[in-house]
């Protein structure tokens, strides 16, 4: 490691990037993406897979641990375990994983178990198929979702983690049954607090449920105790019930802020390095890298403007950064 270690001015110590390859998706989630989609970025304007090799390269030298990848839907993209390959070569990137909402996975998880992936993220709002279809507004995607989580356990997956975006009316009467689910399956189901972007202020404002909602539920099932939870928890804090294969979690970015152990920092698909999830800060590292220049000021002067915390204030769009969906960055 070169002696310019991503450090911020708060001492956060930055070893974890995630990986935008595109802004497009399959689905339309309503708390995610506008159902006419996004203006997409152009073709010239992503990074080819060999740019993303670059900039982790980079950013190795300067103590980067582990990396994710996600979009928008990054299985949407093609040849997507060419770029796991290349990443999965660099010896001092100790974890590799995926975010997705598995309607390919079916058909892509060998090649990416086989590429180098580590562990997955799933997104699955609903065990109920027409919810499914509500919810994600793509109808059919269900069965194929499932699909790709059996195929992804069959490819040796694990811990495979699902991810449950809460939404009042939605999919709240289901907080037992993906909790119950935890019982029967080695599954890491994790509850998430909906954050406000430009597309979703209506649901946002009037269909958020906290977490800690979520556990009071949970509770009146059977007691559930503090656990450490799967590797690489980030900002998850984990409960199980006993005896279970699987825990429970909650992700808090609304009713509990956990920015003061932020590790991360997001690569968009065009090669915007953002400090944080939300607000406009962003710095340009696409074209000084097809410029030639040298990638380290251009690093060291994103992590000057990392800021102590995002300014996520429920139901408005003041502090998304004028963010318009969370695929737009990688989530
Ligand atoms: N398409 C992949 C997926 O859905 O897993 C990866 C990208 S998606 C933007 C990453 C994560 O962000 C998903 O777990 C999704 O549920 C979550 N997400 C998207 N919009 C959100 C919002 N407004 N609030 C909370 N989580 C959100
Ligand atoms: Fe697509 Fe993921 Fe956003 Fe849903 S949350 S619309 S699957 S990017």
């Not at 430009?198 to 800690?212: K, M």
Request: hydrophobic share 35%; proline share 6%.
């Amino acid at each position: 490691m070169t002696d310019s270690a991503m450090i911020d001015q708060f001492g956060r110590r930055v070893e974890y990037l995630r990986i935008s390859v595109t802004d497009k998706c399959n689905l339309r989630c309503v708390y995610c993406m506008p159902m006419e989609g996004l203006p997409w970025l152009k073709r010239e304007e992503l990074l080819s897979y060999e740019e993303i090799a670059q900039i982790v390269g980079t950013m190795t030298d300067m103590g980067l641990r582990r990396v994710r990848i996600t979009g928008g839907e990054p299985l949407v993209r093609k040849d997507l375990p060419d770029l796991v390959s290349m990443i999965s070569k660099v010896p001092e990137i100790e974890d590799l994983s995926l975010s997705t909402n598995a309607v390919l996975l079916a058909e892509k998880a060998d090649a990416l178990r086989n590429a180098g992936i580590q562990r997955l993220n799933v997104s699955l709002d609903s065990l109920r198929a027409d919810r499914v279809d509500s919810i994600a507004r793509r109808p059919g995607s269900y069965p194929k979702i499932m699909e790709g989580l059996d195929a992804a356990a069959a490819a040796g997956f694990a811990p495979i983690k699902i991810n449950v975006v809460l939404i009042r009316g939605q999919n709240e009467d289901e907080i037992e049954d993906f909790a119950e689910i935890t019982r029967e399956r080695p599954w890491h189901v994790r509850f998430i607090e909906m954050m406000p972007t430009g597309a979703n202020l209506d649901l946002s404002a009037n269909q958020f449920i906290s977490c800690t909602e979520a556990l009071r539920r949970i509770e009146r099932i059977e007691s559930i105790e503090p656990v450490q939870g799967p590797f690489g928890n980030g900002p998850a804090r984990y409960y199980q019930f006993k005896g279970a294969p699987g825990t429970i979690g909650v992700i808090t970015p609304m009713s509990h802020n956990y920015c003061d152990r932020c590790n991360r920092m997001r690569l968009t698909a065009d090669g915007q390095l953002r400090p944080c999830l939300f607000g406009a800060t962003q710095t340009n590292l696409r074209d000084p890298l097809r410029a030639g220049e040298d990638l380290v000021p251009h690093i060291q002067e994103t992590l000057k403007i990392k800021p102590e915390r995002h300014q996520l204030i429920q139901g408005s769009d003041l502090g998304s950064g004028g963010l318009i969906a969370l695929s737009q960055t990688g989530g």
